[in-house]
Antibody, heavy 122, light 106 residues
Framework: EVQLVESGGDLVQPGRSLRLSCAAS????????MYWARQAPGKGLEWVSS????????DYADSVKGRFTISRDNAENSLYLQMNSLRPEDTALYYC???????????????WGQGTLVVVSS | DIQMTQSPSTLSASVGDRVTITCRAS??????LAWYQQKPGQAPILLIY???SLESGIPSRFSGSFSGTEFTLTISSLQPDDFATYYC????????FGQGTKVEMK
């Protein structure tokens, strides 16, 4: 059974940094691209970033480009999101999600974690 | 960015009803569209991919279709477990989601 467990969410002040982690199990992690998506309280879903199976290809939403960095450690079956220069509008539940394929480009997301909450406020 | 316009935003229906939700893309996305179900406090679940392919384990009362840039999710006979919010997602380019359709009890 696929399991994705996010951690690292917290209350932080604007301008500060935070690193999210996602521990994956139940599938061959290095066979699949991985995603971060987010959902602001009471709002819809928003794609944040994605990374190919080997980390060689990454993509970012315009809203986070230049501030967030996605990475992965296939030896540790882990996905990360380094978030810098955080803004109040980054407040959301952040989901780690598994792609249906391995490479660059984009895909549906067939497994999601339960999310970790990031609140950016002074 | 490709905009996904989903309608209606809310839909009131009864158990046994046939329910249809529509998503319109602002430009061609071929068939690169997925549908998700999300219940309060839970993560989304993939229902349909490539516009009309049923994800493994999803009941056959869910189906997807499309014509041009208009995509449709149909629930043939609404069940109590189906009251939820539904989102479309295009993945032809940088992924974007529709605004969501909440299916509520009439």
């Amino acid at each position: 059974e696929v399991q994705l467990v996010e951690s690292g969410g917290d209350l932080v002040q604007p301008g500060r940094s935070l690193r999210l982690s996602c521990a994956a199990s139940g599938f061959r992690f290095d066979d699949y691209a991985m995603y971060w998506a987010r959902q602001a309280p009471g709002k819809g879903l928003e794609w944040v970033s994605s990374i190919s199976w080997n980390g060689g290809s990454t993509d970012y939403a315009d809203s986070v480009k230049g501030r967030f960095t996605i990475s992965r450690d296939n030896a540790e079956n882990s996905l990360y999101l380094q978030m810098n220069s955080l803004r109040p509008e980054d407040t959301a539940l952040y989901y780690c999600a598994k792609s249906t394929h391995s490479g660059g480009g984009f895909s549906p997301l067939d497994s999601w974690g339960q999310g970790t909450l990031v609140v950016v406020s002074s | 960015d490709i905009q996904m316009t989903q309608s209606p935003s809310t839909l009131s229906a009864s158990v046994g009803d046939r329910v249809t939700i529509t998503c319109r893309a602002s430009q061609s996305i071929n068939r690169w569209l997925a549908w998700y179900q999300q219940k309060p406090g839970q993560a989304p679940i993939l229902l349909i991919y490539e516009a009309s392919s049923l994800e493994s384990g999803i009941p056959s009362r869910f189906s997807g279709s499309f014509s041009g840039t208009e995509f449709t999710l149909t629930i043939s006979s609404l069940q109590p477990d189906d009251f939820a919010t539904y989102y479309c997602q295009q993945y032809n380019s940088y992924p974007t989601f529709g605004q969501g359709t909440k299916v509520e009890m009439k």
